[in-house]
């Protein structure tokens, strides 16, 4: 069973503060995704990495993809109440396990006015 | 294009009591997914379908769940006879055949409180 970690497990913080989230596996993934859910709702796709180093950009998210593929990282500048959810990452892999995600335990945040 | 649609939103029932929660993935995804997620965890596969088939039904406790694409469209998810450790929000995804890089799309879940 491959497990994704994803640390801190919950995150409280001021608007206008950075933060960072990371996710780690002993296991290579094909692609990495990170997902943000509000309460009540399904995830929802923020982006996807898929190149060993890639840095991706969102707005105010950072999103990068370690160099063996084996872990990833989300940065937030400037936090900002609409921020505030569940941050989950997924590891998808190639092969016959093509379509199946394994998902981190994911990572609550609160951004407080 | 409409999303993924669940239904229902909520479900309250007692212990030993039987639940079926419905899903209607996008117009031409190939693939759908259930998937349970205790409250503040990441989401853990139950089953995948391929069509009509299933490609990855490892994680489904198959004394008690069972689910069924009979058509290739539409999904029922079942749980009988529920447990107190089913209470969860259980979610449905689809994603094309051949998509880029496995993304899924999800739909809003429905929550289950098993009392």
């Known amino acids: 069973t491959q497990l994704l970690e994803q640390s801190p497990q919950f995150l409280s913080i001021q608007e206008g503060e950075n933060l960072t989230v990371y996710c780690n596996s002993s296991?290579?993934?094909?692609?990495l995704q990170w997902y943000r859910q509000e309460p009540g709702e399904g995830p929802v796709l923020l982006v996807t990495?898929?190149?060993?180093?890639e840095v991706k950009k969102l707005k105010r998210l950072t999103f990068q993809f370690g160099d063996a593929r084996k872990d990833s990282s989300l940065h937030i500048t400037a936090a900002q109440p609409g921020d505030t959810g569940l941050y989950l990452c997924a590891g998808a892999r190639g092969g016959t396990s093509y379509g199946k995600l394994t998902f981190g335990q994911g990572t609550i945040l609160t951004v407080h006015p | 294009e409409a999303g993924v649609a669940q239904s229902p939103r909520y479900k309250i029932i007692e212990k030993r009591q039987s639940v079926a929660f419905w899903c209607n993935p996008i117009?031409?995804?190939?693939?759908l997914y259930w998937y349970q997620q205790i409250l503040g965890q990441g989401p853990k596969l139950l089953i995948q379908f391929q069509n009509n088939g299933v490609v990855d039904d490892s994680q489904l406790p198959k004394d008690r769940f069972s689910a069924e694409r009979l058509k290739g469209v539409d999904s029922t998810l079942k749980i009988q006879p529920a447990k107190l450790e089913d209470s969860a929000v259980y979610l449905c995804?689809?994603?094309?055949?051949?998509?880029?890089?496995?993304?899924?799309?999800f739909g809003a879940g429905t929550r289950l409180s098993v009392l």
């Open positions: 990495v898929v190149t060993g180093g």
């Open positions: 296991s290579v993934f094909s692609s």
């Open positions: 995804a689809s994603s094309p055949l051949w998509g880029p890089k496995n993304i899924q799309y």
């Open positions: 117009s031409g995804h190939a693939t």
